[in-house]
């Protein structure tokens, strides 16, 4: 079956403006996971949905970072007045059931001029 | 903080041979390990997972090994192939959290021909 896609596959911005990325998940997944990599290092976590709601936030860099996920499945991870530190590959999980494997889509790559 | 991380980021290996990547992490509370597989431009590969209730857990041409007196786990690939290169990072967490995982920076398979 299809598995995670993220859109668009690579986004080019300036400094100060407002991004989103968008990430479907697997049919049938309710867990949602956001992922950000930096060159040369393995992901980190940025948050996590449950259904519709953010089970963990932990992870966001600072409140410039926002993600929804209103209906349960599709999510948009949303970033606010970027700054050059933001250019990174988001990466998007989603599995069944939280304590499920995870399974990632290919990544967005942001880049911040 | 807690974290993983891996022995070698490099490794060169003959096709054919056998490769083992070597991963040690920090967290005595993980029950969760899973190893990725990333070819770039790609995002993380699931390859194999093992929980600590079990040593060793093998699956097709991978054994994954888990030793927690030391805290270390390992993946073994039987008769490494060209199609085999790529960043291997492992990955942990802790089961009833909120399953995010922590990555280490990964290592690089190189198979020479």
């Known amino acids: 079956g299809a598995g995670v896609s993220q859109t668009p596959s690579n986004k080019v911005t300036e400094k100060g403006k407002y991004v989103e990325l968008r990430c479907d998940p697997i049919?049938?997944?309710?867990?949602l996971y956001w992922y950000r990599q930096s060159l040369g290092q393995g992901p980190e976590f940025l948050i996590y949905f449950q259904g519709t709601g953010a089970a963990d936030d932990s992870g966001l860099p600072n409140d410039r970072f926002f993600a929804v996920r209103p209906e349960g499945s599709v999510s948009t991870l949303k970033i606010q007045r970027t700054e050059r530190g933001d250019s990174a590959v988001y990466l998007c999980?989603?599995?069944?059931?939280?304590?499920?494997?995870?399974?990632f889509g290919p990544g967005t790559r942001l880049t911040v001029l | 903080g807690e974290s993983v991380g891996l022995h070698l980021p490099t490794l060169s290996v003959q096709e054919g041979d056998n490769s083992i990547i070597n991963c040690a992490y920090s967290?005595?509370?993980?029950?969760?390990f899973i190893w990725y597989k990333q070819e770039s431009g790609k995002g993380p590969q699931f390859i194999i997972d093992i929980r600590s209730n079990m040593d060793k857990r093998q699956g097709q041409r991978v054994t994954v090994l888990l030793n927690k007196t030391v805290k270390h786990l390992s993946l073994q690939i039987a008769a490494t192939q060209p199609g085999d290169s790529a960043v291997y990072f492992c990955?942990?967490?802790?089961?009833?959290?909120?399953?995010?995982?922590?990555f280490g920076t990964g290592t690089r398979l190189q198979v020479t021909l």
């Open positions: 990955a942990e967490t802790r089961t009833g959290t909120a399953s995010k995982l922590t």
């Open positions: 967290n005595s509370a993980s029950d969760y």
């Open positions: 049919s049938g997944h309710t867990a």
């Open positions: 999980a989603s599995s069944r059931q939280v304590t499920d494997t995870q399974y």
